[in-house]
C-alpha cells in the first residue's frame, strides 16, 4: 500500500507547510460526492486521526483514513501548472471510469 509524490506535488506542500508550520502533512482521501462517485480531498494534516495510514514520501507526510484507503492506494499526486491556472493531478490505479467534467471518478471497490 502507497500514497506518492511528484517532485512537483512534493514542493507544492513543502511550501504550504512552510506557510503553516503546525501542520503535520498531507491529509489526502475521497468523499462521496458527483455524478461518479467520489471525489478527491486534499487538506493540510492538523493531527493524526484513529484509523490513519501514514505514508511518507519526498520528507512529506501523507495521511489517508482507512476507509479511502482501498479507493486510492496506489496514486500518484502531481502538481501542474498550465497557463495562469495550477493544481494536483490524481494517477489513481484504482478508478473504473470518470465523469465528463473531471469532477468525480468510480472504482470497481465500491
Not at 23 to 46: H, I, M, N, P, Q
Request: hydrophobic share 40%; proline share 2%; net charge negative.
Amino acid at each position: 500500500m502507497s500514497i506518492s509524490l511528484t517532485e512537483a506535488a512534493a514542493a507544492r506542500v513543502a511550501g504550504y507547510l512552510q506557510e503553516q508550520p503546525g501542520k503535520l502533512g498531507l491529509r489526502f482521501g475521497v468523499k462521496r460526492t458527483g455524478c461518479s462517485g467520489w471525489a478527491y480531498e486534499v487538506d493540510l494534516a492538523e493531527a493524526g486521526r484513529e484509523g490513519d495510514h501514514v505514508f511518507e514520501d519526498r520528507g512529506i507526510r501523507i495521511f489517508v483514513d482507512d476507509d479511502s484507503l482501498r479507493l486510492v492506494d496506489g496514486t500518484r499526486i502531481d502538481f501542474v501548472r498550465q497557463g495562469m491556472g495550477s493544481q494536483f493531478v490524481f494517477d489513481n490505479p484504482n478508478v473504473a471510469a470518470a465523469c465528463g467534467c473531471g469532477e468525480s471518478f468510480t472504482t470497481e471497490a465500491v
